[in-house]
């Protein structure tokens, strides 16, 4: 079951952004849990130029199942041209079992 699941690393313009598309993930069972993170300075390279800007971080869990449609859905929510999303592994059983047992039935096959 762990190695089923994925942990989704999203950067929002903004806290309200951020708790908008974090409830609907949740809402739709994209994903089993977001968690935003306010107060993030970004530092990036964008056409060309040395940007600067202040962001919100989402941390959404799901089963790796999810990833393409929470990404899809995402796109279509978010103010950004080119938005983060990016999926990391959770490896194995690693955590509290029980954690990863809800995280699983939460979320959408």
């Known amino acids: 079951m762990g190695t089923d699941l994925r942990l989704i690393y999203i950067t929002a313009e903004s806290r309200k952004e951020a708790l908008k598309v974090g ?6 069972k994209l994903a089993a849990c977001v968690n935003v993170i306010d107060g993030m300075s970004s530092i ?3 056409k060309g ?3 600067e800007a202040s ?4 941390f959404a869990k799901t089963r ?14 978010h103010s950004y041209d080119c938005p983060c999303i990016i999926s990391l592994k959770i ?3 690693e955590g509290n079992p029980e954690y990863l047992e809800w995280l699983f039935k939460e979320t959408q096959s």
């Open 91 to 93: 490896s194995g059983n």
């Open 44 to 46: 990036y390279s964008w």
């Open 55 to 58: 962001e919100c971080i989402l």
């Open 49 to 51: 130029n040395i940007e």
């Open 23 to 28: 409830r609907i993930l949740v809402e739709e």
């Open 64 to 77: 790796s199942a999810n990833v393409d449609a929470l990404s899809k859905r995402v796109l279509e929510l």
